[in-house]
């Protein structure tokens, strides 16, 4: 990995991307949650690993105009291509320029057949992230001093988002890209990034 890409890795659950105004929504996997605790009641993390599909949106509790995209079907490691406004999921392959190129032409090949996966609405810039931390602690280091929880920034105009996901594992590299497009005219003009 060597082209100047921002990774994020996950800890074996999905990616999600939240709006940096809401983060501090987003509680990650808590000891009230189903996969750390004896609850019935999901937490954040629970809800996250609930998705099935390449990619859904789900709201966040405590924020009702807010909502989070979550990167389903596997944990892979992924990156925010802005100028595709798509991320790119590392599934298979022998470089990073290898799965880049392939990913390019994905976006660029009018019959790539896309799955729909619903609409997203930010207000602005937002974070990629493990779906296992919670979005207040992203800045703080881990206690046994191995870095900071893996993220990268999401750069957005406030608007709605259709969410459109491809998946291909039958011929290497194996890609899968999840993009952003703009629904009709309701995104905003772009802000400084």
């Known amino acids: 990995m060597s082209l100047g890409l921002t990774w994020v890795k996950s800890m074996g659950g999905p990616l999600i991307v939240v709006p940096v105004s809401a983060l501090q929504y987003w509680s990650g996997c808590t000891e009230d949650g189903m996969i750390m605790g004896d609850s019935d009641q999901p937490d954040d993390y629970d809800r996250a690993c609930e998705v099935e599909d390449l990619a859904e949106v789900i709201g966040l509790h405590g924020h009702s105009n807010a909502s989070a995209l979550v990167l389903g079907d596997e944990g892979a490691t992924t990156c925010y291509l802005p100028e595709y406004r798509a991320f790119m999921r590392w599934l298979a392959a022998d470089s990073d320029a290898e799965l880049l190129a392939a990913t390019e032409a994905t976006l660029n090949d009018p019959a790539t057949p896309w799955e729909e996966c619903g609409l997203w609405e930010t207000d602005g810039p937002a974070v990629l992230m493990d779906s296992v931390e919670a979005g207040k602690n992203l800045d703080l280091p881990y206690p046994d001093?191995?870095?900071?929880?893996?993220?990268?920034?999401?750069?957005?105009?406030?608007?709605?988002?259709?969410?459109?996901?491809?998946?291909?594992?039958?011929?290497?590299?194996?890609?899968?890209?999840?993009?952003l497009l703009p629904e009709a005219d309701d995104v905003q003009p772009a802000m400084s990034q």
Not at 145 to 161: E, K, S
């Open 145 to 179: 001093g191995r870095g900071q929880p893996d993220q990268a920034p999401v750069f957005l105009p406030a608007g709605r988002w259709r969410v459109r996901a491809f998946h291909r594992t039958d011929d290497s590299p194996w890609i899968s890209v999840v993009q």
